[in-house]
Structure formats: structure tokens, C-alpha cells
């Protein structure tokens, strides 16, 4: 799992909730830092976990970049705002889902177990 927020409270959490049910999470505080992370093409990602809204590039535009090089990664976008402001007239990013926040531990882990199916 790459999990990017920008928050670190929520993080945390997220990280926590996903590494006691057995994934492995790669953290990252930003979609830079996210963007980053993937040019190691050895690094194995099966799910991005993202903010949607964050300063510097949003969520949906760092997972676009990412998919041109990793096309088959499933998507967990994650907000506080109502899931319209994330498509904001832009296509559906492939195999993506929203999660509105606030989300409970089970609620996260049981959306990332059912997307990687």
C-alpha cells in the first residue's frame, strides 16, 4: 500500500490500521514525495491510499501520473469533501473508489481488501 496524506494524525492511523491487518504501507506526506517513491520500479505497489485534497499536487493528479507507468495499481481516494469535488469534470480515474472521511480502522481496511480483489 502507498498511502499518501498529508496529515500526519490521519497518517498515522491509516498506517497503523492497514500494517495490523498484514500490508505493508509505504508512507508518503505529499504526492511529490508519492511520485518519488515510484520511480524505484522495484518497489512492488498494489493500492495507492490518497488524499484527494492537499497542498501541492491534489490526488487525483499525482495518481494519473503514477498510472501511466503502473496502470493496473488500484486507487482508495480519501476526503472530507463530498466525492464531486474530487471529479471536478475530470474523467474517473480507472479502478478507484472514494472513501469519505471520517473512516473508521475496519471501514479502511475492509475498502482496501475489497479493491485489491
Known amino acids: ?3 499518501v496524506e498529508d496529515e500526519a494524525p490521519v497518517r498515522a492511523f491509516a498506517s497503523r490500521a492497514l500494517k495490523l491487518r498484514g500490508f505493508t504501507v509505504f508512507e ?13 520500479e ?12 492537499m497542498p501541492g499536487m491534489d490526488g487525483p493528479t499525482w495518481v494519473a501520473e503514477a498510472l501511466k507507468a503502473r496502470p493496473d495499481t488500484a486507487v482508495v481516494f480519501v476526503s472530507g469533501y463530498a466525492e464531486d469535488v474530487f471529479h471536478d469534470g475530470r474523467p ?4 478507484s473508489i ?3 472521511k471520517p473512516f473508521s480502522l475496519s471501514e479502511l481496511t475492509a475498502t482496501v481488501q475489497n479493491q485489491l480483489r
Open 42 to 53: 522495484t518497489l512492488m505497489i498494489d493500492i495507492f491510499v490518497t488524499d484527494v485534497i
Open 92 to 95: 474517473p480515474v480507472p479502478n
Open 28 to 40: 508518503a506526506e505529499n504526492a511529490e514525495d508519492a511520485l518519488s517513491l515510484l520511480e524505484d
Open 1 to 3: 500500500v502507498l498511502l
Open 98 to 100: 472514494f472513501l469519505p
